[in-house]
């Protein structure tokens, strides 16, 4: 079954950073494109990222560009997200999904997710 696993979550102060991964099984990891997307307490799921299969192309949402950059090894089935600089803006829960169709310019499909992991930003 697709699984995917995400981890490195925790609470750090503003201007901190953190370092997510996000381990896939079950499927061909390097032939699809993957996400990351958040979901603040009481809010909508929000997009954060993506990267195309060979991970030579990324796109951010402007909340984030600068701030987070996004990853993968494909040898190895993770995913990451690397975000420095952060703000308590940032507090949500991070899921890693698969992409299954869509665009920039459309948005992303998506047909399987994590669990999720916790970032909190705060003082």
């Known amino acids: 079954e697709v699984q995917l696993v995400e981890s490195g979550g925790g609470m750090v102060q503003p201007g901190g950073s953190l370092r997510l991964s996000c381990a896939a099984s079950?499927?061909?990891?390097?032939?699809?494109?993957m996400t990351w997307v958040r979901q603040a307490p009481g809010k909508g799921p929000e997009w954060v990222s993506t990267?195309?299969?060979?991970?030579?192309?990324?796109y951010y949402a402007d909340s984030v560009k600068g701030r987070f950059t996004i990853s993968r090894d494909n040898a190895k089935n993770t995913l990451y997200l690397q975000m420095n600089s952060l703000k308590p803006e940032d507090t949500a829960l991070y899921y890693c999904?698969?992409?299954?169709?869509?665009?920039?310019?459309?948005?992303?499909?998506?047909?399987?997710w994590g669990r999720g992991t916790q970032v909190t930003v705060s003082s």
């Open positions: 999904a698969r992409v299954s169709g869509g665009s920039y310019y459309r948005g992303f499909e998506y047909d399987f």
């Open positions: 079950g499927f061909t990891f390097s032939a699809y494109g």
């Open positions: 990267i195309n299969f060979g991970g030579g192309v990324t």
